[in-house]
């Protein structure tokens, strides 16, 4: 059984700053690739930013330069760092993960429960 459970999200004014973090427990042998998506209100879900178990990053164009995804291995924890917030940033926030449990042999891929990202013009 793994979970993962997400913190940080709120609400901020435009130009402001949020940094959430999702941290995964359970039965985990390895986490592969970790990333963060976003769900605005009759929007698809989209990738914001990706960070692989060697350190890559990948960002959605829309957030470059002002997103910033990191990880800490020793605490199964993904962190997304977002400055200069926009209110077309404004949506709910999912963590992911690919993670390899003990005793199973193919990954599966996590979600988190989602937090909500409110940015006010």
């Known amino acids: 059984q793994v979970q993962l459970v997400e913190s940080g999200g709120g609400l901020v004014q435009a130009g402001g700053s949020l940094r959430l973090s999702c941290a995964a427990s359970?039965?985990?042998?390895?986490?592969?690739?970790m990333g963060w998506y976003r769900q605005a209100p009759g929007k698809q879900r989209e990738l914001v930013a990706v960070i692989t178990s060697g350190g890559s990053t990948n960002y959605v164009n829309s957030v470059k330069g002002r997103f910033t995804i990191s990880r800490d291995s020793a605490k199964n924890t993904v962190y997304l760092q977002m400055n200069s917030l926009k209110p077309e940033d404004t949506a709910v926030y999912y963590c992911?993960?690919?993670?390899?449990?003990?005793?199973?042999?193919?990954?599966?891929?996590?979600w988190g429960q989602g937090t909500q990202v409110t940015v006010s013009s």
């Open positions: 992911n993960a690919d993670i390899s449990s003990i005793g199973i042999r193919d990954s599966i891929d996590y």
């Open positions: 359970g039965s985990i042998f390895s986490i592969n690739a």
